[in-house]
T-cell receptor, first 112, second 116 residues
Framework: DADVTQTPRNRITKTGKRIMLECSQTKGHDRMYWYRQDPGLGLRLIYYSFDVKDINKGEISDGYSVSRQAQAKFSLSLESAIPNQTALYFC???????????FGPGTRLTVT | AQKVTQAQTEISVVEKEDVTLDCVYETRDTTYYLFWYKQPPSGELVFLIRRNSFDEQNEISGRYSWNFQKSTSSFNFTITASQVVDSAVYFCALSGFISGTYKYIFGTGTRLKVLA
């Protein structure tokens, strides 16, 4: 089984809808991250969490919110989706700040 | 500000050629970490290597090698005798704290195409 799972893997939604992307990890790591990937822009950090009680905004947090339900679960919400939030979203986890990150398979989100 | 530049958007080579992917970074931190990740056509991101700012040793792993030079703020990645399976997008990344804020900055990636 994969160490980091994301659901759904693909989602098409309409402008204005609320949507939640979920991430679970079995690596026992405290640190979890949400990124979005856009063509030609690489990955950009949306939110990160160093433990269940510590959540921080990343580079591009506007329009997004997160919830850390447990050590293993970190959800990303779009309260009112807009077309420029169409992207590939990745969840990741790491055992330490300086350590490598382990990524989920990604969620392809399309907002029409 | 922290920044990672991968100036090569796309590179095409013929199988068995050597290829170097460039990564130039900017940071005012003295403690930072550099990474390379691979994103094959299937889409997942795979960790390749990590270096901290105090460790300028080059590293070789099979056909892969990395050259870290603080003097030029570069962390280049060379694939020797490339294979079709090396075709992927490769990302360089930089992490560290800036004024108490954690940053994890990815470059825009280099798409490598290895032709049979």
């Amino acid at each position: 089984d994969a160490d980091v799972t994301q659901t759904p893997r693909n989602r098409i939604t309409k402008t204005g809808k609320r949507i939640m992307l979920e991430c679970s990890q079995t690596k026992g790591h405290d640190r979890m991250y949400w990124y979005r990937q856009d063509p030609g822009l690489g990955l950009r950090l949306i939110y990160y969490s160093f433990d269940v009680k510590d959540i921080n905004k990343g580079e591009i947090s506007d329009g997004y919110s997160v919830s850390r339900q447990a050590q293993a679960k970190f959800s990303l919400s779009l309260e009112s989706a807009i077309p420029n939030q169409t992207a590939l979203y990745f969840c990741a986890t790491s055992g330490a700040l300086e350590a490598e990150q382990y990524f989920g398979p990604g969620t392809r989100l399309t907002v029409t | 500000a922290q920044k990672v530049t991968q100036a090569q958007t796309e590179i095409s080579v013929v199988e068995k050629e050597d290829v170097t992917l460039d990564c130039v970074y900017e940071t005012r931190d003295t403690t930072y970490y550099l990474f390379w990740y691979k994103q094959p056509p299937s889409g997942e991101l795979v960790f390749l290597i990590r270096r901290n700012s105090f460790d300028e040793q080059n590293e070789i792993s099979g056909r892969y090698s990395w050259n870290f030079q603080k003097s030029t703020s570069s962390f280049n990645f060379t694939i020797t005798a490339s294979q079709v399976v090396d075709s992927a997008v490769y990302f360089c990344a930089l992490s560290g704290f800036i004024s108490g804020t954690y940053k994890y900055i990815f470059g825009t990636g280099t798409r490598l195409k290895v032709l049979a």
